[in-house]
């Protein structure tokens, strides 16, 4: 069985668990809930936002039916046309955040019909359910944290006490034991003083950080092989993927008939702490529990993000990897409309698992896709591409902007950096200029043209802290006007 996940620091989690605390419950998230929250993150594509929305609602509506009409109602799954960089990806991955649905994105590409170098397709479900199971046993180690923190720190203050009086020289103890008397009562109850007072001093001492740097042993276990896989003895004649897939499953299988093993090893306490509370926590959490629920929700609530779609369609070439394209969706087909694949955990069911399949379609159209393919996606939605004015908005409001982040990033170094109105547009028309004239890639434009903006700024900020800058419509103009204006320059700059 997998790998048990660590357990993270704790202010990570209580951050994690404030940010679960306030979402939106479930049931309370209407589709239009869902794009005012979309909203936060991306800009326009409104009928893609309330086509994945409707999508995602229909999940949980689904949920509350009768087990007999639950199976009959399949999921309708989408397909997004559109330029790169409008936000397709965005948006499926943002709602199925917002519902907490195991997501997955995975491009077409990376898979060809069995026989041909690349994947199997069937390792998309694969991927997925490791993804649902590492998000849930994730939450249910930040769950029981607080507790297995605490059973940590007992197990510490038992290993430093030993220690320490081992550590003791041997005239002390012989001292120590000639104090106590010859009577085993009045001996058994010295003793037990004596630890009690040396686990408060110890309790005493962790609490206030004092003995983080001091060295202690402690016992870590490990499974029979004695540490991870490093993969480079099995599968030979495979591609790396499936190299990977097949020895990891051997591994497994291995690992779990194999007795488990442990040595002893002298960290810091701080490491100590850290390695202690991931024991308890995995003690705690039911690992086979996990896995079963983590099926279940991604059978369920699932959504696989098929990208660049358009790419298995076949060209007119007679050559090179188009040979396989088509077969890539002959193999898709089934797992999008419903199977069983196996994977290390078990069967898992598509049925009811949302595909969401996006593509440019630049050369190509949907009606080419092989027919069968094309009606498992009965719902279209189009992109549109971003405007200067779409631009000019993903620089100013969503909460994740790239302005934000980079006043965020420099602002760690004592740098306060302040982008005029005229500068944020100046960028927004630079951008759709160099995507007129070279590849439109949208709005990752705008992430080039910045980086070019605050590159100098970001490379001496030592030198500016303390200080003030204003980017105005000058400042970008100078570091990336003639960049811009020059097509050759932009070709290979931006």
Known sequence: MAEKAPVQSGGALNQRAANAQNAPKLENLTPAKMVVELDKYIIGQLDAKRAVAVALRNRYRRQLLDEELRRE?????????????????????RVARIVDAPFIKVEATKFTEVGYVGRDVESIIRDLIEVAISNLHSRRLEQVNDEAANLASQRLVELIADQTILKRPARTRRRAGAEIG???????????????RERKRILRMLAENQLEDETIEIEIEENGFGGDYGGSEFGDGLSSDDTYDTAQDMFDMLANMLPRRS???????????RILTAQEANRLVDFDAVVDE???????????????????????????????????QRDLLPIVEGSVVMTRYGPVRTDHILFIAAGSFHQTK????????????????????????????????????????????????????????????????????????????GARRLQT??????????????????????IDSDFVVDRVGEVAQDDDLSNFIL
């Open 366 to 441: 949907p009606s080419d896709l092989i027919p069968e393919l094309q009606g498992r996606f009965p719902i279209r939605v189009e992109l549109q591409s971003l405007t200067e004015d779409d631009l000019f908005r993903i620089l100013t409001e969503p909460e994740n902007s790239l302005t934000k982040q980079y006043i965020a990033l420099l602002a760690t170094e004592g740098v306060e950096m302040v982008f005029q109105e005229d500068s944020l547009r100046e960028m927004a028309r630079l951008a759709t200029l160099v995507n007129s004239r070279t590849e439109d890639i």
């Open 73 to 93: 109602v399949h999921p309708k799954n989408i397909l997004m046309i559109g330029p790169t960089g409008v936000g397709k990806t965005e948006v499926a991955r």
């Open 294 to 328: 983590a099926i279940q929700r991604a059978e369920n609530a699932g959504v696989v993000f098929l990208d660049e779609i358009d790419k298995t369609i076949p060209s007119n070439s007679e050559y090179g990897a188009d040979v396989s394209a088509e077969g890539v």
């Open 263 to 273: 040595f002893r090893r002298r960290v810091p306490v701080r490491e100590a702490r």
């Open 449 to 470: 043209v910045i980086e070019k903006v605050v590159e100098e700024i970001s490379f001496d900020a030592d030198q500016y802290a303390g200080q003030t800058l204003t």
């Open 182 to 196: 010859s009577s085993e009562a009045s001996t058994d109850e010295l003793a037990e003083r004596r630890k009690a």
